[in-house]
């Protein structure tokens, strides 16, 4: 067990040091995990587990992951320029939503016992493996993006990213695709920067509340910044197919170790 976790347990937050070999593994993971969040949108298949390998039981981790995962919406954000041209006032008027739902996520997760969490999280992972392979389709009676159907949509998905989040830019980016007349580039540059709402206002309670384990989210922090600006420019020319299959094969080998974990 690494020595800036081993004063901590599930429910006790860590605060002593990161080695170095610790802080790189973080910096490339959040790296690597910030350009698959903005290309194929599984940001959490690639950070989640690099926790985990740490020796960080699933809660902390989790939420460790999700405060850390904010800063990819930063970078996404300045590195999605072009395409978030002209749609400022959307990106308030849609915000609001996953604001509130992110809110009611985290309080989900902080409100419910940790065994639970563990006992449920690879099969979200699963879910949301398959949903990268096979991505939902949503019809268009969601009624607009100014909608009920449409808010109601959002603000079940920014539940979904406070609580978990993997795959939860997936799903967002089903929503806003029914609901937007915009290319597909322009809707995944708005798809992270709202989706990164849910998980801020979601950072703000685990801080408060949850054993987040604050070595750890600076490098991978700094690491999901940088992906999220290297991942735009990559997400214009790369098709993405062999990336989804890769990681969504990577994302069923997690689950199923976890599911080994958490049920034998």
Known sequence: MPGWWRAATGDVIGCATVDVA???????????AGVVG???????????????????PPLAANVTNTVALTFHGVGAALGS??????????VVRLGGMTLLGGAA????????????????????????????????????GLGGEDGWGARAAMFAVALYIGYFGAAGGILMFAVLSAVLDQTP???????????????????????????????AVVPLAAG?????????PIARRLPGRALQLGTAACGLAVAVKLGLDAYA
């Open 81 to 90: 320029r072009p395409e978030l041209a002209g749609q400022g006032s959307r």
């Open 224 to 232: 999901f910044f940088l992906g999220g600006l290297l991942g735009p």
């Open 105 to 140: 996520g985290a309080a989900l997760l902080l409100a419910t016992p940790s065994t639970l969490f563990e006992a449920i999280a690879p099969w979200l992972i699963a879910a949301a493996s398959l949903l990268l392979v096979l991505p939902p389709k949503v019809g268009r």
């Open 22 to 32: 610790e802080v790189l593994w973080l910096l490339g993971a959040g790296t690597l």
């Open 38 to 56: 903005t290309v194929v949108s599984l940001a959490s298949i690639v950070s989640y587990p690099a926790l985990l390998a740490l020796g960080l």
């Open 185 to 215: 580039v322009r809707v995944n540059a708005l798809k992270s920067v709202v989706s990164s709402l849910a998980n801020a206002v979601a950072m703000i309670g685990f801080a408060l509340f949850g054993p987040v384990q604050w070595a």
